[in-house]
């Protein structure tokens, strides 16, 4: 059989009756390198690590609004250190992040500007200013 025939590896889900995560046919993977590199060269992924998959869920959850903290507890990182060499920031998060400080700081002047604008109405009315 041509290797990327192959059944293909699936998380143990697919047989619960297999304590392994990584299995094919509800048996452990012995040559997982192997599997590995076939599963990328399948994707036309070169130089793929496995292990870049565990900063892209680290990425993923800190997108979609977990806390670092929430984020650190499940990828199992224990130290801040370890966290921070996972924890890429994008230029693009980076900017998003850059506009969202812009608004919140327009929202603060503009809401600063009325209540002044109020309290001048209020003392004009009081009769305090001419």
Request: net charge positive.
């Amino acid at each position: 059989m041509h290797p990327l025939r192959r059944p293909p590896v699936t998380l143990a889900v697919a047989d619960r009756k297999c304590p392994f995560l990584i299995q094919r046919n509800a048996e452990r993977l012995f040559d997982f390198e192997k599997a590995w590199a076939t599963a990328c060269e399948a994707a036309g992924v070169k130089e793929a690590l496995f292990h870049d998959l565990r900063r892209t869920a680290l990425t993923n959850m800190i997108e979609v609004g977990l806390s670092e903290k929430e984020a650190m507890e499940i990828s199992g990182h224990k130290t801040r250190a370890v966290f921070d060499r996972y924890h890429i920031i994008s230029d693009r998060r980076m900017k998003q992040n850059a506009e969202k400080l812009g608004e919140h700081l327009r929202s603060k002047d503009n809401a600063s500007k009325e209540e002044s604008a109020g309290k001048d109405n209020g003392e004009r009315q009081n009769g305090r200013l001419t």
